[in-house]
Every structure is written in structure tokens, then in C-alpha cells.
């Protein structure tokens, strides 16, 4: 016993040492893309996130990050050991899981194990925790500050102590259990759907001669107790809590959060007496069950955490949760769309009612005001689970060409779930489950064409099934860093040890499957995902890829006693290790290795610090969420550069909170000037504002709509359908009038420049709704006058510029509005402030490209920017005849840049960067990047053109864009005398257009 103890938990310790160590080395650094940032900053000074938050993991990482020791800089590299360190230990529980299951396998007690059988168990739980450890998934939250790896290890925990109390029958198990789900609430929900399994477990072990009526009722059993704590707990206890509030507040005259705290008292005594009676009555279960409540409200309340920081007013307090009324929307993720699940419309479906279904409240001064209702629509065609919904056009036009549907054609019930199992199912988990396991494309983001994000194996007939041709993979292809061949070896391995699992120990086979089941296509079927998405979203079934991990352990043992029919136990136990050792972690580590390792990376950084540098001092800066927006939060909230720079995310803008944020004064940045008053955008008021036609024919000046969108006259709103009357958009057509004199004393405009600044600017704002984000954006833009400089972030949608786009000129990731007269010959991709554009970009921080040894999809999407960027200052600085800072901006960018093509999208960037070293005489490295150019896209033709007539139509963009390059430099190259160059360029044109004339006709 001794024996066995002592050396699964050795080894334990060291698996973790082991990915903890893989994990270090392949960490990055600093502040990584999406949500990072966003984390990183909360955590390091206790802010309020996106719904519904992560207060637990948010008040770890304010713990690690004060091993900073006051090192701003290094603040980012400890909360991202936070991933690190949890993630390894999740390693280290799934070992002992494993062992723990293979034990029951054996039969034995564990003093009477013998040498070979207690080393099976040890190389099945290293190898199965390894593969789980270099997967690929688990593999990329491990190395940057996010939820899921800590929320994994909640469920490992979970798992494992399930499992301690299936051998020592000791129900403090059961109360750890309950506590440490309560914790993780605060993290991630992924632990909870481990409930059901727990809760087979729990039956197996308690019932001698389990029946499948019993396995059903202990699975539904689970599942109640999963609605209970995911609805009962983290929802109605709360929405108890704000009823409450509310009739303390508005009834009672008390102030805000007494009637929260006097629920959660009454709970608590409540919870106690059951307790307390309970005990007297000796009811065990009951005891038991009151007890496990208890500790799941004890774990949840760190919560408060959220309550208490937006009191605050932090910098960063998204929603502002800061009543329980507040908190409940909060965590109820109000903010979301709402998906239909069991029962709803097909995306054509016409509504045909709007059902009232609730009243939404706000804080008022001293009591809760109503702020709107909440609606419900009708519709006239619905369908049992409907899983092509949304009538977003992109979406429908997905829909359509995904099910081969004309346009208007509604799908039928049976296509509705063959899109659910096609693309919802197959698409979005089984191509993530096999990227895991089998192998992987690449690591670009998949839509559904066949060269992008798909699985792929290695084994050339089976890839060709689903991929075509496979004998002239391009360099898009085979030099990505994504191009992780398993050969479906974790695959085959898992699926031996499925039956062998299953052969042996039905029970915990079904337990296993159980797990799987729930961490992954269970979340399919629940969150019905609509298509499109800005991401890929296998993290979201890392729990299910760790069942499926115990399975691969399992897989060791099948080997081993295979093996045993032919050699001895130990032989067969030495083969079978060094076998499935190499040929699956060391495999998966080995090939996933390159795209994992983000030691040096500092993109995300370079990219922060490059946008708030591309600001005059004291900007408005415009940016959306995610990319666009945290890194820039990070920067400034946690390392203070360019505090002075005021950051508006305008998919946050329309919340009152946020603008009551923006009228304060944040680090250096002073109030921005927003003349509304609080109760003009308070929530619920001018949320929505449509566009009704007065026919008004000449542009309006923006302070006169403005006045009319805020005003509270009854003669200056339209009615609406419900009776009530609205603020309203009655023209599209805007103006604003400039003042020269304050033009040029703001220093907007140079001096030397004045001839061209515009007497008005007039534009058109083409939306048929002004949203309080547009109000808001109205109301800067006419009371700054031209005091600050207003910046737009240059990767957002074309929307977010609401018409100025003629008015915006480059000076870095940023378009700055300017009020020139407008070139109608150029677009806001074509103009560039010079000047100030050529000072930023000098001052660019671009080594993190350099010193990176894996540029990610995001990395290269900011590297292409950077490049476009750069090739268009260095154009108009040739064009103004500026040709020293035009070199210097190339030589910068060649040196500081990589000129990799990773797509044939970014051969278009070469086009300018050719004619630009041509035109500054610069022939020698003109010529090379053409042939180097050129070259690549023949190797990505041959490919395409390896490919049948029906799947070369995927490529027909590429095949366009590549097409346009070839002709581009074919033109370039005879403008600039290159005689043979020109030669070459003119053949090979010749040669494709012919080909895929021939081939595509």
C-alpha cells in the first residue's frame, strides 16, 4: 500500500514538474490577444470584467502579481504563471485519476500489486496526462492569463476527489466536492458539468446491481442537481436577493442592498435551522445535501468581489454590477442575445407577435426606476430544436450555401438537424477533437474551406478524402506552424482504450463517456452556436478532450496486454510504454511544439503600445472590443504608458456606467466633453433611435440633430408601435461647420497647411438606427472642437466611422479626423497625414515580430496592417517627394518586419513594398521580393490547380487575389526596365491564366 501510494504521488509531482516546465518555456511573457488583456488588468487592480466575471481567478492573479515587486512590466509574466502552474497541476490530477480507475482494473489490493502490474498503471496514467498535457487545445490556454485552464483544473479536482471518495466511502468528499464547485464559480462553470458524472459515480458505488432505469434516474438526478446550482444558486439566489432590494428600497424607503442583505440573512438562517434540524433527526442525507449547499454558497460568494469593486468605480467596470439588481443582469448575462433551444424560428421565420415578458430596472437616486420591459417575439414557422435561427444576413447566407438551400428556401426539419450535426457538431467539436487527436491543417481561423483550420492526419488517402490532393501541399500548408501531423495516433490509442475500458469496467466507462459527453457535445446542444464566429472555440471543450484523455491512458494497458499474448509481462509492459510514449506525447509535443511556444512574443504589447502611440497627446481614440481594446487597457492600466490617450470601446459606449466613466478624469486623460447629462442616457433612454424620412433634402448641422436626438419634447419624438414616443433620426445627411481660426490654434492642422482645410464637412451616416453609442460619439465630436484630436482605430468595422471616412487620414493604427477637404480620388486607406504618420511610425515598436518564435493568426493580421500601413506613408512620401523618409520608413520596415508570406493574402502587401523600393531606386531588393513573391504563389497554384474543378472554386478569392498580384508585378517590373525579370512574369501569367481558364471553365 505504502509502495503504491508513494510512488503515484512521486510521480505525480513529477508529471507536474514536467508540463509546469513545458509550460514555462513556452509562456508568453507579457499580455497576449482576446480576453487577456481584459483579465490582466482586472486582476491587478481588482476590476470588474466582462459578464459574467471571474472574481476568484481575478483575486489569484492579483496575488501573483504582486511577485512583481513593483515591476510594472513583469506584472503580465506572473498572472500568466497562474495559467501556468494550474494547468500543470490539472496534469498531475489527471495522473493520479487515471491511476485511480486503472486500479479498479486490476482488482487488486494495492498491497498485493505486483512490480509489473503497479508500473502498467504508472506508464498509463503518465502517457494518458502527457498526451492531455500536449494537446492542443489545453496545450494554448496554458501559456496565457485565461479562465479555462484553472476552470479545467476545478474539474480535475472534481473528478479526482469523486474518485477518493469511491475508495475511502467518506462523505467529506462529497462536502469538498461541493465547495470546490461553489469556488468555481468564480472562475468558470466548465466543473459543474461534471455533475452528472459524479453523480453516476456515486450511484454505481452505492448500488451493488446497478439497472439501467437506476443509471437513468441517477443521471437525471445529476443534471437537477447541475440546474440547481446553475440556475438555483448562481441566478435565482441572486434574483431572489434583488426582489428583495427592490421592495426594501422602493417600498420600505431603505437604501439600496438592504433588502439583498436581509434575504441572504433570512437564507442563512434558514440553511442553519435545516442544518441544525437536520442533526437533531439524525437525517443524513439531509445533513448531507444542506451541508454541500452551504459550502457551493460559500465558494460563490466570492462574487461579492464584483459588487464591492463596481462601488469603487473602477477604470474597467463592465455593466457596472453594483446593486444586486444590477449584479443578477450581470450574471445572468443580459447583454447576450438570446438563442432559442428546444422550440423556435427557422431564419426566415416572420414574427408575427411581441409578447411582454418582464420589467427591467435601473438605479435611480434613491430608489430603482423602471427602465424598460423585456419582450419576446412570436414567430410564424418554427421548428423542435432549431438550429438555424438567426436572420443576421451573413449568417443566412451561410446557412444557404452550407445546406446547398436558394434563396427564401426555409430549411426542413430533418436539414435543421443535419446543420446541427454538419456544422454544429461536426465543424465546430468533432474538427476540434480531431485537431487534438489527429492532426492538425494549420492555424488559420475555418469558415469551411478546405485549405483552412481543418483536421488533418498525415495518412494522404484519408486526408484526401475530405481535403483533396495531398501531394503538393503549398507552403500556406506545410510550412504553418499549425501543421501538426498525429497521424490519429491519440486517436487510435484513446479508442483502444474506450473498448478496454469498457470491456473491463463497465461502470467507470460509462462514467468516462458520461464526462465527455457533458464537457462537450452537451455544450453544443446548449449553447445552439450560430455560424461565423470571430474565433475558433475548441476551448470551450477542454473538459471533454480531458475525458477523453483518461481513454489514452487506458489505451496503454490495452497495448500492454496485446502485447502480453506474444511476450512476457514485463517485455510487453517495456514495448508498450516506449511504444505509446513516443508515439503519442512525445509526438504530439514534438510536432505541437513550434505553434505552442510563445517565448519572446511581445506582439499584443508592440501592437498596444503602437496604437496609443499613434495619438497626439491627450487623443480620443476609438476601438472595439477584444483586440482592438484590451491589450490598449493593459497598457495603460497596468504598465501606465500614454495614460493621456482617453480609450472608448464603443461596443461599451451605449452603457450609462461606461459614460458616466467617460465624464471623469482617468490617469491623465482629462473628462471627455460630453455636454448630456445623466438623465438623458441613462438605460432605457435613447437606447434606440430609428430613421424616419422629413425628406429633409441639405445636410443638417450635427449640433442641431444633436440637440433634436436629446431633446425631451414631445414634438420632437415619433411614436412607436406601443404607444410611447421616442427620440428619432429624422435625416442621414450631416454637416459640421470648422472655424479655421480654432483649426489652426488647436494646431489640427499645420500652419502651412491652412489652404486646405475644408469649410464644412459634410457626410453621410448610412445606418437607419442611431444607437446611444452614435449619440455619444455626436456629442464628442461637437463639443470638442478640435480641442483634443479624435482618433478611429483603423481594424474595425466600417460602421464604427459613421460616414467621416473621407475626413480620416492614417498617422499609425489609427485614422485621425481631420477637417480637410476630401480627395475624391483617394479612400481613408490611401491617406496619410505624413508627417506625424512618418513621426509615429519611426518611434513603432515592431522587434516583438523578430523575436517571437511563433507569429499567431492575430500577430499576422497586425503585421498586415503594419505592412499596409507602411507601404502607403512610404507612397505618399514619395509622392510628395519626400524620398529620404520614404527609405527610411522602408528600411525600417524590411529590417524590423518579416517579409514571410503566410497566404496569398499577404502577396498583396508586396505590390506596394516593389513599387516603392523601385521608385526609390532601390532595384536590387525590388527584384528579389517580386521573385520570392511569384514563387510562392506558384507552389500555392500548383496545389490548387492538383485539386479537382469543383474544390479549385473554394480557392476562386485566392486564385483572384494571387491572379491580381502577377499581373500587378508584371506591370511593375515592365514600367521599371526589368527586361528578363518582366519576361518571367509574363510567361507565368500567361501559363496560369491558361491553366485555370482550362480548368475552372
Known amino acids: 500500500m505504502k509502495t503504491f501510494k508513494r510512488l503515484n504521488n512521486a510521480l505525480g509531482f513529477v508529471v507536474f514538474a514536467l508540463a509546469a516546465l513545458a509550460y514555462w518555456l513556452c509562456m508568453e511573457p507579457t499580455v497576449s490577444f482576446w480576453d487577456c488583456g481584459e483579465f490582466i488588468s482586472a486582476s491587478f487592480k481588482l476590476q470588474v470584467g466582462h459578464q459574467p466575471g471571474a472574481p476568484l481567478f481575478l ?120 465547495y470546490m464547485i461553489g469556488l468555481s464559480i468564480g472562475i468558470h462553470l466548465l466543473s459543474l458539468l461534471a455533475i452528472p458524472a459524479i453523480s453516476l459515480v456515486y450511484y454505481f458505488r452505492k448500488q451493488d446491481k446497478p439497472t439501467f432505469w437506476g443509471m437513468a434516474k441517477a443521471f437525471l438526478i445529476g443534471c437537477v442537481l447541475l440546474g440547481i446550482v446553475q440556475f438555483g444558486v448562481i441566478q435565482y439566489f441572486v434574483l431572489f436577493a434583488s426582489k428583495f432590494d427592490i421592495l426594501f428600497v422602493n417600498s420600505l424607503g431603505l437604501g439600496f442592498g438592504s433588502g439583498a442583505l436581509a434575504f441572504v440573512a433570512l437564507f442563512a438562517l434558514a440553511l442553519g435551522y435545516g442544518i441544525y434540524y437536520s442533526i437533531k433527526k439524525r437525517y443524513y442525507q439531509l445533513n448531507l445535501g444542506l ?19 463596481a462601488n469603487a468605480k473602477t477604470d474597467i467596470n463592465l455593466s457596472n454590477p453594483d446593486t444586486p439588481v444590477s449584479l443578477f443582469g450581470y450574471l445572468s448575462r443580459q447583454q447576450y442575445e438570446d438563442k432559442p433551444l428546444l422550440y423556435g424560428q427557422f431564419y426566415n421565420s416572420k414574427p408575427v407577435e411581441t409578447k411582454e415578458t418582464g420589467v427591467t430596472y435601473r438605479k435611480g437616486d434613491k430608489t430603482y426606476e423602471e427602465s424598460g420591459k423585456t419582450y419576446k417575439r412570436v414567430y410564424d414557422n418554427n421548428t423542435f430544436l432549431p438550429r438555424t435561427y438567426s436572420d443576421k444576413p451573413s449568417h443566412v447566407n451561410f446557412y444557404q450555401s452550407w445546406m446547398g438551400l436558394a434563396d ?61 490532393n495531398q501531394d503538393k501541399l503549398p507552403p500556406s500548408i506545410k510550412e504553418n506552424a499549425g501543421y501538426n501531423l498525429f497521424y490519429g495516433l491519440p486517436l487510435v490509442l484513446g479508442l483502444l482504450g474506450m473498448v478496454y475500458l469498457y470491456r473491463n469496467n463497465k461502470k467507470d466507462g460509462l462514467v468516462v463517456a458520461l464526462l465527455f459527453f457533458c464537457t462537450g457535445l452537451a455544450i453544443i446542444l446548449y449553447i445552439n452556436q450560430d455560424p461565423l464566429q470571430v474565433r475558433e472555440r475548441d476551448y470551450a471543450y477542454i473538459g471533454s478532450f480531458y475525458a477523453f484523455a483518461i481513454l489514452i491512458g487506458m489505451g496503454v494497458l490495452a497495448v500492454k496486454e496485446l502485447l502480453a499474448r506474444i511476450a512476457s509481462n514485463k517485455a510487453s509492459l517495456a514495448i508498450a510504454t516506449l511504444v505509446c510514449m513516443l ?60 495614460t493621456d490617450v482617453r480609450v472608448i470601446c464603443l461596443q461599451f459606449l451605449g452603457s450609462e456606467a461606461f459614460l458616466d466613466q467617460m465624464k471623469k478624469q482617468q490617469h491623465l486623460s482629462a473628462p471627455l466633453p460630453i455636454s448630456m447629462v445623466h438623465n438623458q442616457y441613462k438605460e432605457g433612454v435613447r437606447d434606440y433611435m430609428p430613421y424616419v424620412d422629413y425628406g429633409i433634402k441639405d445636410s443638417v448641422e450635427l449640433a442641431d440633430l444633436l440637440a433634436v436626438l436629446t431633446s425631451d419634447n414631445k414634438e420632437d419624438k415619433v411614436q412607436m408601435n406601443d404607444g410611447s414616443y421616442e427620440n428619432f433620426l429624422p435625416t442621414q445627411k450631416l454637416k459640421l461647420k470648422i472655424d479655421p481660426a480654432q483649426i489652426l490654434a488647436t494646431q489640427t492642422v499645420a500652419l502651412a497647411d491652412k489652404d486646405k482645410i475644408a469649410p464644412q464637412m459634410e457626410w453621410e451616416f448610412k445606418k437607419n438606427y442611431a444607437l446611444k453609442s452614435d449619440l455619444a460619439m455626436f456629442d464628442i465630436i461637437v ?54 504618420a512618418f513621426k509615429h511610425y519611426k518611434n513603432f515598436e515592431l522587434g516583438g515580430f523578430k523575436k517571437a518564435k511563433y507569429i499567431d493568426p492575430e500577430s499576422r493580421r497586425v503585421l498586415q496592417g503594419t505592412w499596409t500601413y507602411a507601404n502607403t506613408l512610404s507612397a505618399n512620401l514619395i509622392h510628395e517627394n519626400s524620398i529620404a523618409q520614404a527609405k527610411e520608413v522602408i528600411n525600417k520596415s524590411i529590417k524590423e518586419l518579416p517579409l514571410k508570406n503566410y497566404t496569398i493574402m499577404d502577396t498583396l502587401n508586396k505590390i506596394s ?81 491558361t491553366r485555370f481558364t482550362n480548368s475552372l471553365s
Open 59 to 178: 483575486m489569484i492573479g492579483r496575488m501573483f502579481s504582486l511577485l512583481a515587486a513593483g515591476d510594472l512590466s513583469k506584472v503580465a509574466y506572473w498572472v500568466n504563471l497562474v495559467s501556468v502552474l494550474s494547468s500543470a497541476a490539472t496534469v498531475m490530477f489527471l495522473f493520479w485519476s487515471i491511476n485511480a480507475i486503472a486500479l479498479k482494473i486490476v482488482k487488486k489490493d494495492t498491497t498485493t500489486l505486483n512490480t509489473t502490474e503497479l508500473w502498467s498503471m504508472m506508464a498509463a496514467g503518465t502517457i494518458g496526462a502527457l498526451a492531455y498535457a500536449f494537446s492542443d487545445t489545453f496545450w494554448f490556454s496554458a501559456v496565457e492569463s485565461e479562465v479555462y485552464t484553472i476552470s479545467t483544473l476545478c474539474t480535475a479536482i472534481v473528478f479526482w476527489a469523486i474518485l477518493k471518495w469511491e475508495q475511502q466511502m467518506n462523505d467529506k468528499w462529497i462536502l469538498f466536492i461541493a
Open 291 to 309: 451541508l454541500s449547499l452551504a459550502l457551493v454558497i460559500f465558494g460563490f460568494c466570492s462574487y461579492f468581489m464584483i459588487i464591492i469593486r
Open 408 to 468: 427564401g428556401q426555409t430549411p426542413t426539419f430533418w436539414q435543421n438537424l443535419s446543420f446541427m450535426n454538419s456544422y454544429q457538431m461536426g465543424f465546430m467539436y468533432w474538427r476540434y477533437f480531431a485537431w487534438n487527436f489527429v492532426g492538425r491543417q494549420n492555424d488559420e481561423q475555418g469558415q469551411g474551406a478546405i485549405h483552412q483550420g481543418n483536421w488533418l492526419s498525415g495518412v494522404k488517402p484519408v486526408d484526401a478524402l475530405h481535403l483533396g
Open 583 to 642: 508515439a503519442v506525447p512525445v509526438l504530439m509535443a514534438a510536432r505541437g511544439w513550434d505553434d505552442h511556444n510563445r517565448s519572446g512574443k511581445t506582439t499584443a504589447l508592440d501592437m498596444a503600445k503602437n496604437y496609443l502611440n499613434s495619438c497626439e497627446p491627450n487623443a480620443i481614440l476609438f476601438t472595439n472590443a477584444d483586440n482592438d481594446t484590451y491589450p490598449l487597457w493593459y497598457a495603460q492600466e497596468v504598465e501606465g504608458i500614454r
Open 783 to 836: 463639443h470638442n472642437q478640435w480641442k483634443r484630436p479624435i482618433y478611429f482605430a483603423t481594424s474595425v468595422s466600417d460602421d464604427t466611422y459613421i460616414g467621416l471616412d473621407k475626413y480620416l487620414y492614417m498617422e499609425g493604427y489609427a485614422y485621425r479626423l481631420l477637417p480637410l477637404k476630401p480627395n475624391q480620388d483617394a479612400d481613408k486607406t490611401e491617406q496619410t497625414n505624413n508627417q506625424l
Open 913 to 993: 513594398l516593389v513599387q516603392n523600393l523601385y521608385l526609390v531606386n532601390d532595384n536590387q531588393r525590388a527584384s528579389q521580393i517580386a521573385k520570392e513573391t511569384t514563387g510562392f504563389l506558384a507552389q500555392e497554384f500548383e496545389y490548387i490547380l492538383s485539386l479537382k474543378p469543383e474544390e479549385q472554386r473554394a480557392f476562386i478569392n485566392d486564385i483572384r487575389r494571387g491572379m491580381y498580384v502577377l499581373q500587378s508585378l508584371d506591370k511593375i517590373t515592365e514600367d521599371h526596365k526589368q527586361i528578363d525579370l518582366n519576361k518571367m512574369f509574363k510567361q507565368q501569367l500567361k501559363d496560369y491564366e
